[in-house]
């Protein structure tokens, strides 16, 4: 069944904006007065979507009523999605999913760890693809992906001495938790990711490869790349990290993949497993803390221990502590003459609607 959008539209003449028009300060209050619990969730589909445009308007028109907060992107191509959704709304956000073919039955992927503040807004994008990959999908067939392995699968290809796994996500995703024994690929963008493999994977061609990602889409892309370039056995976890986890959980597997997953909402991390294996950028401690620089002009992500945080005031040099402390205008000044000279630690910096929530989150916490 269709839901009817013109019903709507005519009850009230003038048409809401198909956009969010509020600052963070008043999302942040409305997220925190809600009376009831929020699921985070994520999912994504490689299908053909005609007239995206006015696909985008009316499903903005449609969640937005449904109280649905996140990050979507809609293409040609697919759908990918990190939401959350009022928990009483749940049955109907299914509901509105099933009334179009194209996204019937899509499976997702509950967060594991979820206190319901990961997303501040609902921001829905048309985009010339679902996942920034920079390759042209006409060169290859992107329809011939991988095996899809579940956890029980997964954890049994890892004993295989010719298994090669793989970790298709970013530098600072896998440092922070990864499958024992997997390549980890220094990329920071996707697109770097898929030059890296081939790099990295060059004469494995027989070799089994196992990859992963957070929740499957990036492997969808990569699997069929890696396919196209003459490696014949290609898999990929079903449903990523996540359902892994879940998995894991469940059927009381034992849990191959060691410290914890990076999501790219508020919550910046799920823990997975207990162990932390990664360290403080600054002091070499065991840590798997991501943080932003405190100071707005760096604001890079990296890793800081609590004692450090303390320390460096949440920046990540001396540098940074020192223009967090002057004048708001003159830290203005310094930002548009050197902007982004601060980044120590990692050339690589999370997209800033990513950070700021985390900023935001972390004021909530520490009240
Ligand atoms: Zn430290
Ligand atoms: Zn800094």
């Given at each position: 069944?269709?839901?009817?959008?013109?019903?709507?539209?005519?009850?009230?003449?003038?048409?809401?904006?198909?956009?969010?028009?509020?600052?963070k300060?008043?999302?942040?209050?409305?997220?925190?007065?809600?009376?009831?619990?929020?699921?985070?969730?994520?999912?994504?589909?490689?299908?053909?979507?005609?007239?995206?445009?006015?696909?985008?308007?009316?499903l903005?028109?449609?969640?937005?009523?449904?109280?649905?907060?996140?990050?979507?992107y809609?293409?040609?191509e697919?759908?990918?999605?990190?939401?959350?959704?009022?928990?009483?709304?749940?049955?109907?956000?299914?509901?509105?999913?099933?009334?179009?073919?194209?996204?019937?039955?899509m499976?997702?992927?509950?967060a594991?760890?979820?206190?319901?503040?990961?997303?501040?807004?609902?921001?829905l994008?048309?985009?010339?693809?679902?996942?920034?990959?920079?390759?042209?999908d006409?060169?290859?067939?992107?329809?011939?992906?991988?095996?899809?392995?579940?956890?029980?699968?997964?954890?049994?290809?890892?004993?295989?001495?010719?298994?090669?796994?793989?970790?298709?996500?970013?530098?600072?995703?896998?440092?922070?938790?990864?499958?024992?024994?997997?390549?980890?690929?220094?990329?920071?963008?996707?697109?770097?990711?898929?030059?890296?493999?081939?790099?990295?994977?060059q004469?494995?061609?027989?070799?089994?490869?196992?990859?992963?990602?957070?929740?499957?889409?990036?492997?969808?892309?990569?699997s069929?790349?890696?396919?196209?370039?003459?490696?014949?056995?290609?898999n990929?976890?079903?449903?990523?990290?996540?359902?892994?986890?879940?998995?894991?959980?469940?059927?009381?597997?034992?849990?191959?993949?060691?410290?914890?997953?990076?999501?790219?909402?508020?919550?910046?991390?799920?823990?997975?497993?207990?162990e932390?294996?990664?360290?403080?950028?600054?002091?070499?401690?065991?840590?798997?803390?991501?943080?932003?620089?405190?100071?707005?002009?760096?604001?890079?992500?990296?890793?800081?221990?609590?004692?450090?945080?303390?320390?460096?005031?949440?920046?990540?040099?001396?540098?940074?502590?020192?223009?967090?402390?002057?004048?708001?205008?003159?830290?203005?000044?310094?930002?548009?003459?050197?902007?982004?000279?601060?980044?120590?630690?990692?050339?690589?910096?999370?997209?800033?609607?990513?950070?700021?929530?985390?900023?935001?989150?972390?004021?909530?916490?520490?009240?």
């Amino acid at each position: 069944m269709e839901i009817r959008n013109d019903s709507q539209k005519s009850k009230t003449q003038k048409r809401k904006p198909l956009h969010n028009i509020y600052d963070k300060e008043a999302l942040r209050k409305r997220l925190d007065s809600e009376a009831f619990r929020r699921i985070t969730l994520s999912f994504y589909r490689y299908v053909i979507l005609e007239d995206v445009k006015s696909l985008r308007d009316r499903l903005y028109e449609e969640w937005e009523s449904l109280g649905v907060l996140g990050r979507i992107y809609v293409a040609r191509e697919g759908i990918n999605a990190q939401i959350s959704v009022p928990s009483p709304n749940m049955e109907l956000f299914r509901a509105n999913l099933e009334s179009r073919a194209v996204f019937k039955n899509m499976p997702f992927k509950i967060a594991v760890e979820d206190d319901g503040k990961s997303f501040l807004k609902l921001d829905l994008k048309v985009r010339k693809k679902i996942v920034a990959d920079g390759l042209d999908d006409d060169s290859f067939d992107v329809t011939n992906v991988g095996n899809h392995l579940g956890a029980e699968e997964f954890n049994r290809h890892l004993e295989d001495k010719n298994t090669i796994v793989v970790d298709v996500r970013n530098h600072y995703e896998s440092e922070i938790g990864h499958f024992e024994n997997a390549l980890l690929p220094q990329s920071d963008t996707f697109r770097e990711e898929l030059r890296l493999l081939l790099e990295l994977l060059q004469g494995k061609e027989d070799n089994k490869i196992l990859m992963y990602c957070t929740g499957g889409i990036r492997c969808e892309k990569a699997s069929a790349w890696l396919k196209h370039h003459g490696y014949k056995d290609v898999n990929q976890l079903h449903g990523g990290i996540i359902s892994y986890a879940h998995e894991v959980a469940e059927k009381g597997l034992e849990s191959k993949f060691k410290g914890k997953n990076f999501v790219f909402d508020g919550r910046l991390q799920e823990t997975i497993g207990e162990e932390i294996i990664s360290t403080c950028h600054q002091c070499g401690s065991k840590s798997d803390r991501h943080v932003n620089c405190a100071n707005p002009g760096c604001h890079i992500l990296f890793i800081q221990c609590e004692t450090c945080t303390a320390a460096f005031d949440g920046c990540c040099t001396e540098e940074c502590k020192s223009v967090l402390h002057l004048p708001a205008d003159k830290q203005k000044e310094i930002r548009k003459g050197k902007a982004n000279e601060n980044r120590f630690f990692t050339k690589s910096r999370i997209r800033p609607k990513v950070s700021d929530l985390y900023r935001i989150q972390k004021g909530s916490e520490s009240a």
